[in-house]
C-alpha cells in the first residue's frame, strides 16, 4: 500500500526487494495533514459533535 501510495520506492536485490522512503512525498502529506488539523482547529470541528440517531 505504502508503494502503491507512492511513499516508498523499490529496489530489487536478488530475490528481496529493498524499500526507501520518499521524503519529498512524505513531506508533502504531512504539509497536507497540517492543513486539514489547522482547519479542523479554525472551524471548531473537534468541540462539535453529531447527535446520536
Known amino acids: 500500500m505504502l508503494r502503491e501510495a507512492g511513499l516508498v520506492e523499490t529496489e530489487p ?6 524499500y526507501r522512503l520518499r521524503p ?3 513531506e508533502t502529506v504531512a ?3 497540517a492543513d486539514l ?3 479542523a ?3 471548531g ?3 462539535r459533535k453529531r447527535a446520536c440517531p
Open 13 to 18: 536485490c536478488g530475490r528481496f526487494p529493498y
Open 24 to 26: 519529498d512525498v512524505i
Open 31 to 33: 504539509g497536507a495533514f
Open 37 to 39: 488539523a489547522a482547519a
Open 41 to 43: 482547529r479554525a472551524t
Open 45 to 47: 470541528a473537534a468541540d
